[in-house]
């Protein structure tokens, strides 16, 4: 039922309720509704949630759905699904229909995936709890367009972690525009933990707004690591030019700057 589910045919749903007579909401089916929400299947929730019959001639489909705060016993993981997946249709109906609010950890994946729409109504119409985390999950994803919105629209603020993701995760736009904003934030380490795919145009951003940043000691132990670690033919052309820069190998313990994920 659960990939029926994730199918979106809420047909073989109504007739494995109505055949399958061992099946129950427990276990690994109470999964069915956050899967529907999650990928935008409203009619699924919708059946789940229609008034059930009282006729003594009840068929063995509408039975199963009698009890249905066990089917809905996660239902506020189904909000947090559609949340975090940008699904404000089944988000909206779940927010007129059923109490739960969505947990901030939602709120912080629907940034990180880029969902603005889905902020914009968060905002006005819950009463969710925001956080700083919001717009560092914003940065990690590449989203400008959420960090500018969040900047101007909420009073949560920055932190450095929003610097972090996006240099780490090579959103040069995002690293850029938060490099204006917000100049108080500086990294202070000196070794990278991810490795772009836009490495040199990450490495030379690094040297040109955070020349604290791109020390001798930095550059030597990045060519290290991509020595070490990587074999692709770009890492090999950024080693030389590194090696051109900070000659010579690292002499110290490094510490670690750019952090993948929150």
């Known amino acids: 039922m659960v990939n029926a589910a994730r199918k979106g045919h809420l047909n073989c749903i109504e007739w494995l309720l109505e055949h399958?007579?061992?099946?129950?909401?427990?276990?690994?089916?109470?999964?069915?509704?956050?899967?529907?929400?999650?990928?935008?299947y409203l009619g699924i929730l919708k059946f789940f949630h229609a008034p059930l019959y009282t006729s003594e001639e009840m068929s063995p489909?509408?039975?199963?759905?009698?009890d249905s705060g066990v089917?809905?016993?996660?239902?506020?993981?189904?909000?947090?699904?559609?949340?975090?997946?940008?699904q404000l249709e089944v988000a909206k109906w779940l927010h007129a229909n059923r109490s739960e609010e969505c947990t901030?950890?939602?709120?912080?994946?629907?940034?990180r995936n880029g969902h603005l729409d889905m902020l914009k109504w968060l905002e006005t119409?819950?009463?969710?709890?925001?956080?700083?985390?919001?717009?560092?999950?914003?940065?990690?994803?590449?989203?400008?367009?959420?960090v500018k919105w969040l900047h101007t629209n909420r009073s949560d603020g920055c932190t450095m972690k929003a610097v972090e993701n996006a240099i780490g995760n090579g959103n040069l736009r995002v690293a850029s525009w938060l490099c204006w904003y917000y100049p108080e934030f500086v990294?202070?380490?000196?070794?990278?933990?991810?490795y772009p795919e836009n490495l040199f145009d990450t490495l030379l951003f690094i040297q040109v707004n955070y020349p604290d940043v791109f020390t001798l000691e930095f550059g030597r132990g990045?060519?290290?690591?991509?020595?070490d670690e990587y074999r692709k033919g770009s890492e090999i052309l950024v080693n030389k030019w590194l090696d051109e820069k900070s000659p010579g190998r690292p002499t110290k313990q490094r510490e670690v700057t750019f952090m993948w994920g929150m």
Do not use: F
Not at 24 to 31: E, I
Not at 61 to 66: A, G, H, Q, T, V
Not at 222 to 227: E, F, M, N, R, V
């Open 222 to 227: 990045t060519k290290s690591d991509l020595a």
């Open 71 to 86: 089917w809905w016993g996660r239902s506020r993981e189904a909000m947090d699904e559609a949340v975090a997946n940008g």
């Open 125 to 146: 119409a819950t009463n969710v709890n925001w956080s700083m985390n919001t717009i560092a999950a914003a940065a990690q994803g590449g989203h400008l367009d959420v």
């Open 104 to 111: 901030p950890a939602a709120l912080v994946e629907a940034a």
């Open 61 to 66: 489909k509408r039975r199963k759905l009698e």
């Open 187 to 194: 990294p202070t380490h000196n070794s990278l933990w991810m």
């Open 20 to 40: 399958t007579y061992q099946y129950h909401p427990r276990g690994s089916a109470d999964r069915v509704l956050p899967e529907a929400a999650k990928l935008g």
